[in-house]
């Protein structure tokens, strides 16, 4: 696949190491002639230095001969320019980032728009964020809310503290709910997919994968955590604006404290029934002040990290129940949660993994990446003439890494069992670890004649 990228902040340069493990054509364009320099020095792609709107600089880049323009730079206008442009001149696909309230969505919370203004896809990673603090937000003690397959499946993290008492119990023995089921254990940094024989261990982090429906009731034999009906937020821009609309349709109780004057009292006529604080939430005082401790939930969501976390570390000497916090900086994840942070969101790790979703082969409709790569669920569609097809799954020889978590069939979701079997047409949403993944491929491809 042949695939112009603009912009090389931290979003482009991920999905430059995605793609060129993947050995596609790659084509990198960007203003920053030190961004040029260290994206040669570390990957094998074709670079263009300038204004990446720039039809002499597209036509350089043959954006009409791409099979996918990714538009990432940090300007909102120039990222749908660009895009719009690489369509009209003959891209195949074109998608664009955008950051600001302009287009944000904020409105109707969708954060993804697709057709707009000619644009395949138009999304914005901070309303997808705010919509994943919201979803953690009503969970029972979840430490990340992932979708698929257009809402019909959850992937949903937790930790287990040492008195779970799903400890030292095989994975067959659990009794979990009919519809969900365990994809995969992150024990000591490393993940695998398990088997049911595997037993839990006090700090383990797993991931259930089933129907939303079911998904709390799997939850509760986790955790004795519920869902936040008080929530504090940090921060009044896109994220914090649009995770305050979402979670008051919800009837939460939410306070926001915004540091900036103008921005506290725009919000405050604009936000119906959502305390609006002017302050600082690093100040301790405000903290106490407010009652920040009685809350359920402090989702610390301002442009800056520093103050991301202290206001954070200060809500949990306070005794809030759990903290979120928005991290710029995708290499500090796990520093947050060492420093006891619940949960550490960020948008560059959100934007990346929307956009890979849409470069893969035309089978496989989607992909999002869990642990930072260290495992991938896809979205497969299953050829007429692929091996798996009528198929008994205890018969599919399904690799070793590799789990069957759903199949999708018009309506009807099935978390398949020994029994069941695939039909053509059916989505399969497979769990698996890059190692595994060609021979899960392999599995769905067409048979040659």
């Known amino acids: 696949m042949y695939v112009v990228i603009i912009g090389m902040g931290q979003v482009g340069r991920h999905v430059v190491r995605t793609l060129e493990w993947e050995r596609h054509d790659i084509v990198i364009i960007d203003r920053d002639p030190v961004a040029i320099r260290q994206v040669e020095e570390q990957h094998d792609v074709m670079t263009l230095q300038g204004y990446g709107a720039s039809q002499a600089i597209l036509d350089k880049a043959r954006v009409g001969d791409a099979d996918l323009v990714v538009a990432c730079t940090n300007h909102d206008e120039v990222n749908l320019l660009a895009a719009l442009a690489s369509r009209r001149m003959g891209a195949r696909r074109v998608i664009a980032r955008v950051q600001g309230n302009e287009w944000a969505g904020t409105d109707d919370g969708a954060g993804v728009h697709y057709g707009l203004l000619g644009v395949d896809v138009v999304f914005n990673p901070r309303v997808l964020l705010a919509q994943e603090l919201a979803k953690i937000a009503q969970s029972h003690g979840a430490l990340e809310v992932i979708d698929v397959a257009n809402s019909r499946i959850e992937v ?37 997919v398990p088997g049911g024989g595997d037993v839990l261990r006090p700090q383990d982090r797993i991931y259930l994968v089933g129907t939303p429906d079911t998904m709390l009731q799997a939850e509760d034999l986790f955790t004795t955590s519920r869902e936040a009906r008080r929530v504090c937020i940090l921060g009044g821009g896109v994220v914090g604006e649009a995770l305050a609309r979402m979670l008051r349709r919800t009837d939460t109780e939410v306070m926001l404290i915004e540091r900036d004057r103008a921005r506290a009292e725009a919000l405050a006529a604009s936000l119906a029934h959502v305390t609006v604080v002017h302050g600082d939430g690093t100040d301790l005082s405000l903290l106490e002040e407010e009652g920040v401790g009685s809350y359920d939930l402090l989702a610390a969501v301002s442009h800056e990290d520093e103050v991301n976390l202290m206001a954070g570390l200060l809500a949990k000497r306070q005794g809030v129940g759990r903290v979120a916090t928005l991290v710029h900086r995708p290499d500090y994840l796990d520093i947050y949660r060492q420093l006891g942070v619940d949960v550490a969101l960020s948008p560059r790790i959100v934007a990346s993994d929307h956009i890979l979703r849409f470069c893969r082969q035309k089978e496989l409709q989607s992909l999002t990446l869990l642990e930072e790569g260290k495992a991938e669920i896809l979205e497969i569609i299953a050829h007429p003439d692929a091996r798996v097809v009528g198929v008994p799954v205890r018969q599919m020889g399904v690799p070793r890494g590799a789990l069957l978590c759903a199949l999708i069939r018009e309506d009807d979701v099935v978390i398949p069992s020994g029994n069941d079997t695939i039909v053509a047409g059916d989505t399969v949403v497979v769990l698996t670890t890059p190692e595994a993944r060609p021979a899960v491929a392999r599995m769905f491809r067409k048979r040659s004649l």
């Open 156 to 192: 949903v993290q937790m930790e287990l503290g040492t008195s779970s008492r799903m400890l030292q119990r095989t994975l067959k023995n659990l009794g979990l709910p009919r519809g969900v089921l365990i994809g995969a254990i992150v024990r000591d940094g490393e993940l695998r």
